[in-house]
């Protein structure tokens, strides 16, 4: 099987075998939209977009949607909830679309599992509107709980798993011609689903490590928001 199979095979019968159970962030999602002030007029793509929680709540805004991901069971999930939405199974470094099609592209929390990064965000800075933005979520390896080793990495490890400094992100997205202009904090572990999401007797450390991602600096943070234009 090549690297990519392997990876299908994954998201679709270990990643998503209970797509439908995934924890739902959408009040984290709805705040990121009004921080980024998604309108009515706008084209936004959601690269390695799982069953599309993300684009649900940009949809509900009115903006025209579409989507990317490998794995064919999110991908039908998906479709159920945006039957109307441009949505497609494949791989992130041959994108489906045409030059300078969307305002915003959006990868949140999936650079770090792909084969070619470099190629991806080739791909992502070609279907961008001159001046349009990209939105980047991407882990840090500079997060004080991996620092301290109580943190080996997601699930996703076995696949692939690349967790960069915050410097190094910023300088491999300004290689691919994206200019950074903000970095933020991802807090979207300040909800009762992640909280509760693992055992019952985890839930204390679980909640006292989200209350620590909101005093924590920058550089400690587990995962840091890059929007760039282009």
């Known amino acids: 099987m090549t690297p990519t199979s392997d990876a299908r095979t994954f998201y679709d019968e270990v990643y998503y075998e209970e797509a439908e159970k995934k924890p739902s962030y959408t009040r984290h999602y709805q705040q990121l939209a009004r921080r980024l002030g998604i309108g009515t007029s706008d084209a936004v793509v959601d690269i390695a977009c799982g069953t599309g929680e993300w684009l649900g709540v940009v949809h509900d805004i009115g903006a025209k949607v579409a989507g990317i991901d490998l794995s064919e069971r999110a991908i039908n999930v998906a479709r159920r909830s945006l039957p109307d939405a441009d949505l497609r199974a ?111 007797v985890m839930w204390p450390l679980r909640t006292l490590q989200a209350l620590a991602l909101t005093v924590w600096p920058l550089s400690w943070q587990y995962q840091v928001y890059f929007l760039c234009r282009v």
């Open 90 to 200: 494949s791989g992130a470094t041959e994108l489906p679309w045409g030059d300078d099609v969307f305002d915003l592209v959006t990868c949140l929390g999936s650079l770090e599992h792909f084969p070619d990064q470099a190629a991806s965000l080739r791909e992502i800075k070609r279907i961008a509107k001159p001046g349009g933005r990209v939105l980047i979520l991407v882990p840090n390896a500079g997060f004080l709980t991996r620092r301290l080793r109580l943190f080996r990495g997601t699930e996703q490890r076995d696949i692939r798993e690349v967790v960069l400094p915050i410097a190094e992100w910023e300088a491999m997205f300004e290689s691919a011609d994206m200019k950074v202009v903000d970095r933020w904090k991802d807090l979207h572990i300040l909800s009762a689903s992640w909280i509760k999401s693992g055992p019952v």
